[in-house]
């Protein structure tokens, strides 16, 4: 089943998921942007959608509608949108529960949530990306189903309340991984060495800890309760109380579990 659709936002998300559903064999019908500049910076890679920077979808031909836009976004666009008789409007947020959508002028509501971490210019492999799906309405979810598999093997339906949970822990595991990251960069660039010599242990870790489970794959001096070390590293680190204090309380939690 192929869909006509209407993508709301220009954001990483849009930039990467409209082309994608071309690419499934959907039409892309319109983009919205608040600035048109932002929502032909997305037609513009695409076969025949057109721009906009108002609401009114009353003459649309699109059965669908993504909410690709920040959290903050969704309730007031979701209220101001004017849709056509028996559309479809989805939000693509791990946060937002369904209900906030009740509100809008579509005749159906869902989520229609990618599990990943997007940004402009960086290709991605969408057939790898998990999406959740959530409607009240039966048709509705067996239609984001069929629109989740035309672009991934990997569709799950997922309550608001599990959704909520599984982007908590998708913060744990890609943002605080990534800032993890961004401070062990920080050290490395003020001691004057090579962030490179790090990559190599970066990619070990993460690979056997998807493999033997993060628990069984956790080494360091916390595990071992090395408390000289601890310390030692802690005093290294007096330079940045902040950093020194990451340092202290992932420590102990480490200890601790």
């Excluded at 979701?78 to 849709?83: E, F, H």
């Excluded at 956790?218 to 340092?247: K, M, S, V």
């Amino acid at each position: 089943m192929k869909f006509k659709i209407a993508i709301l936002g220009a954001g990483n998300l849009a930039w990467h998921l409209a082309p994608a559903l071309e690419d499934a064999g959907h039409v892309i019908t319109e983009v919205y942007a608040r600035e048109l500049s932002k929502a032909y910076s997305i037609t513009e890679r695409l076969y025949s959608a057109s721009a906009k920077d108002d609401l009114d979808f009353s003459e649309s031909n699109a059965q669908i509608y993504i909410l690709a836009v920040k959290d903050s976004a969704i309730s007031e666009l979701a209220d101001q949108i004017i849709l056509p008789e028996e559309s479809i409007l989805v939000h693509t947020s791990g946060t937002i529960p369904l209900e906030i959508l009740g509100y809008s002028s579509a005749s159906y509501t869902g989520i229609f949530y990618p599990l990943q971490s997007f940004t402009k210019g960086r290709k991605m492999d969408l057939d790898e990306v998990p999406f959740l799906v959530e409607s009240d309405d039966e048709s509705t979810l067996q239609k984001l189903k069929k629109l989740a598999k035309s672009l991934s093997p990997l569709c799950y339906q997922v309550r608001s309340k599990d959704r909520k949970a599984i982007h908590v822990a998708a913060v744990f595991a890609s943002n605080f991984s990534n800032h993890m990251i961004r401070i062990a960069e920080e050290i490395m660039r003020r001691q004057g060495v090579d962030f490179e010599m790090l990559k190599p242990l970066i990619i070990e870790t993460i690979s056997k800890s998807l493999q033997l489970g993060a628990k069984n794959a956790q080494t360091g001096p916390a595990i071992r309760e090395d408390y000289e070390t601890l310390e030692e590293h802690h005093r290294f680190l007096a330079y940045n109380d902040q950093i020194a204090e990451i340092y202290r309380l992932i420590s102990q939690d480490i200890i601790d579990s």
